[in-house]
């Protein structure tokens, strides 16, 4: 990304971090669409449990797709970064799928917020090395994402606490 201008226009909504952002609010309106046409009106939870479940699906989605630059990210001290990459893929849509169930959805909270915190200092890693996930390079937008990304998985967290667990 070169700079937060690019011929006079924003292009914070192109940067990888909004993606999931974009995502999630997208899907919770057309959740909340739909279960009001079905007689849920009010169902906030619910559709914020659907969201958040495709946001993770769109997510993990990226450790298949971005393999490469997924393993830049992840501290040189970690070992078996690649099956990290497909692991916490995998723990995403399995998680995904439990915030569906009515039976384990408390459960799959509370493990989305442990993963959740589990990988910001993946983030963190990353923003310092300038990784861009996505071209597998060490060209990305650096420090300055965390001032991003940093409060966007606090909100994850939040949103996480008050879907499913509250």
Known sequence: MQGPQQAGKFVYLKHPVMKPLIVLLVAFIISMVVLWLCGQPGAYALAG???MAVMLLFTASGHFAFTKGMVMMIPRFIPFKKAT???TGIAEIILAVGLLFSRIYLVAGWA???????M???NIY???NKV????GTYTGSGIN???FRVPLQVFFVVWIY???IR
């Open 145 to 147: 994402y965390l001032w």
């Open 126 to 128: 990353a923003a310092i």
């Open 120 to 122: 910001l200092p993946a």
């Open 112 to 118: 989305i917020i442990v993963l959740l915190v589990m």
């Open 49 to 51: 449990r659907i969201a």
């Open 132 to 135: 861009d996930y996505q071209k």
């Open 162 to 164: 008050f879907t499913a």
């Open 85 to 87: 990459v497909y692991f």
